[in-house]
């Protein structure tokens, strides 16, 4: 009932930057969490920043003070700013959206993934 899709990746030299956008749409409620994972090849699925709806925030150690986090309610829409791109930031970044639904008469957590978008950072 919810669709995600990612977009702005791309290859980008160490040092550089990217945005990357998630577009929600579909039956999407108040109480939700943004976020954004990303998977390296032969690595699990890691968290990397995730932001609720009042602007509470978490991030991976290894992100902080390099990427920033940001939603734009009204457009149902999460921002990962990313800053002083390293080589280890290289993965597929996935949105993803947690929210408790009114479903057939009752409150359920519900859980959607984006199809991901590809981050390459190199020369």
């Known amino acids: 009932q919810v669709q995600l899709v990612e977009s702005g990746g791309g290859l980008v030299q160490p040092g550089g930057s990217l945005r990357l956008s998630c577009a929600a749409s579909?039956?999407?409620?108040?109480?939700?969490?943004m976020g954004w994972y990303r998977q390296a090849p032969g690595k699990e699925r890691d968290l990397v920043a995730t932001?609720?709806?009042?602007?509470?925030?978490t991030y991976a150690d290894s992100v902080k003070g390099r990427f920033t986090i940001s939603r734009d309610n009204a457009k149902n829409t999460a921002y990962l700013q990313m800053n002083s791109l390293k080589s280890e930031d290289t993965a597929i970044y996935y949105c993803?959206?947690?929210?408790?639904?009114?479903?057939?008469?009752?409150?359920?957590?519900?859980?959607?993934w984006g199809q991901g978008t590809q981050v390459i950072v190199s020369l």
């Open positions: 932001m609720t709806g009042g602007g509470s925030t």
């Open positions: 993803n959206l947690d929210q408790v639904a009114w479903r057939n008469g009752m409150w359920r957590t519900e859980n959607y």
């Open positions: 579909g039956s999407i409620f108040s109480r939700n969490t």
